[in-house]
Structures are given as structure tokens and as C-alpha cells.
């Protein structure tokens, strides 16, 4: 008897998420008879994040589905810009690189350096955030709402795919790099006591963290940031702080 055998064709930009013997892009899949073919899709690499559309005979079909024996399914990305309810992201334990530098853009970015897999799943849902990750199992949890696979081994490259994947409204020089919190302008009388000398002799304009408390100035270490920013800001549009 002819074991039962799907064939999964995936799309050229997915194809990195497959094992290499598979990386020409067309798998034959046996059928267990139970399994969906977002489970199918999953087995091979592919987590269900980074489908966009799933077709058999150029038809859209839910992850539901039971293939059929000889089914041919083609597997669409996701296509981007890709909407999401609000720009509000989590990002796993070893996006902490990527985590500063989307808090230099303005972006909304929840990170620890400590949280373990279950408890990011559970921050992502109880804070509407997208969770993003490089980990292929954590994006396979099924209590997970929303959530990103990161592209790029720097992280300047990760945050050009984040800007691509979902085009937020950029607002540089906003968020506090070391705990997300909103910055506010502050006199600076009311942080002179925290700064050296040479810092009050040559810097007025000054924020600070209402969370943690810590202190913003453009010194000598903003040439290397504002690079960062201005890449960003030539991928994307600059919204005007204040407007939310």
C-alpha cells in the first residue's frame, strides 16, 4: 500500500527555516491521517508566525485542514508591511542588542535578560505585545498571540527587518534605553547634582526616566547612536513626540 505523502512547496524566503536537505524548497510530507496542515507546515520549520497564506490547487486553506494524499501546498509569507493592533514588542533573552536600539527609535520594547520561554509567552499575551524571537520553538507555542521571527545575525540587520516586517512611526530619542520608560525634558538644575562638571559645562538639554531615574544627554557617545537613527529614519517616517 502507498504510504500517504503530501508535497509542502515553500516560498523562496521561507526556505532558510528548513532543514538544508530540504532548502530546494519542496518537501514530501507523509500523512498520519490527524495532523493539520499547520501542524505539516510546523514539522518541517516553518513556524505558523512566518505563514502568510496556505494554498492548496491555488486556494487559500485555514491551518486546520487535513491534507489529502497528493495535495501540493504552497506556502505563502507573511506579507509586509504586516499589521499588528498596536507597536508594542517583547523581545527573547538574546535580542537584548536589538532591544536598545528599537528603544533608541522610539519603539515600545519590553526585554529581559532573565525571563524564561513560558513567561515570555504569558508577557506577550497579557500585554498585547509581539514577541520577538530567533527561537523557532518558542514561536511554535500555541498560547503565543502574536510573534515575529527575527531575521539577521547583527543587531543593526535585526532592526532593519523589524522596520521592514511591521513599519512602525518612528519617535528617536524618547525611550529610556535601559528600562523603556518615556523620557521628560528636565531643567538642568534638577539633575546637576548627578552630573560631572565638564558634562554641566557643556550640555543644556537634558531628560530623564521617570521609572528608573536614569539621565539623558546628547554627549560624546550620541555620534554612534544618532547613526543608528538616522539609518532607521531612512526606512521609515518620523513621528512628532507627543502624538501617540
Do not use: K
Not at 55 to 82: C, S
Not at 100 to 126: C, I
Request: hydrophobic content about 40%; overall charge positive.
Amino acid at each position: 500500500m502507498t504510504e500517504p505523502v503530501a508535497t509542502v512547496r515553500v516560498a523562496p524566503v521561507l526556505r532558510f527555516l528548513l532543514a538544508p536537505r530540504h532548502r530546494q524548497g519542496e518537501v514530501a510530507v507523509p500523512l498520519d491521517g490527524t495532523s493539520s496542515l499547520g501542524h505539516l507546515v510546523e514539522s518541517i520549520g516553518v513556524p505558523r508566525t512566518e505563514v502568510g497564506a496556505l494554498q492548496v490547487a491555488g486556494a487559500d486553506l485555514p491551518p486546520a485542514y487535513r491534507p489529502a494524499h497528493g495535495d501540493v501546498v504552497d506556502v505563502l509569507p507573511v506579507a509586509r508591511p504586516q499589521p499588528v493592533p498596536a507597536h508594542r514588542y517583547l523581545l527573547d533573552v538574546h535580542l537584548g542588542a536589538l532591544a536598545r536600539r528599537m528603544r533608541l527609535v522610539g519603539l515600545d520594547t519590553a526585554y529581559r535578560n532573565d525571563a524564561d520561554d513560558a513567561e515570555l509567552v504569558e508577557q506577550a499575551a497579557r500585554e498585547e505585545r509581539v514577541l520577538l524571537t530567533r527561537d523557532r520553538g518558542l514561536l511554535r507555542r500555541r498560547a503565543l498571540n502574536s510573534g515575529a521571527y527575527v531575521r539577521g545575525e547583527r543587531a543593526d540587520d535585526q532592526l532593519a527587518d523589524v522596520l521592514d516586517r511591521f513599519a512602525p512611526d518612528l519617535v528617536p530619542w524618547t525611550r529610556c534605553l535601559a528600562c523603556n520608560g518615556v523620557l521628560v525634558p528636565v531643567p538642568v538644575e534638577e539633575v546637576a547634582h548627578l552630573l560631572e562638571p565638564g558634562t554641566l559645562r557643556t550640555y543644556r538639554d537634558f531628560s530623564r526616566c521617570p521609572r528608573c531615574g536614569r539621565t539623558y544627554w546628547r554627549g560624546a557617545h550620541a555620534r554612534r547612536l544618532a547613526a543608528v537613527v538616522e539609518t532607521a529614519l531612512g526606512t521609515r517616517p518620523l513621528r512628532t513626540p507627543g502624538r501617540r
